[in-house]
């Protein structure tokens, strides 16, 4: 789960920053409030990687995922990318689990004797 859904953080992140671009060029917000709230939510993205198997991290990501959205209001093409993105968060966690699930099955039917076994 944690390579999915960091790899959709990350693509956040990028569009983040680009929506802050467009933002700063087609909004009455000044470059200062544009770039304060760019930069939390982008630094979100990237910490949040590392804190998704953690307690809360699925849901700081949703949490961050209403946000993106809700920047459509500044930029309207972000209410678009930002269902696009919380659509693939849902898959990103949801097949993230089933993927995780499988593994720890075929770990325990394999047993520790494959684990000793070197691969070439």
Known sequence: MRTLCAS????EFFVIGFAGLVAMQTSDLS???VWTVSGIAMALCVLLCGFITRPGGVQLGWALQ???IASGFVVPAMFFLGACFAGLWWASVHFGKKVD????RFAAET???AEA????
């Open 66 to 68: 209403i946000g993106l």
């Open 31 to 33: 470059a200062a409030t």
């Open 101 to 104: 699930e499988a593994k720890a």
């Open 117 to 120: 076994e070197p691969t070439a």
């Open 111 to 113: 047993g520790p004797a």
């Open 8 to 11: 959709t953080l990350i693509g």
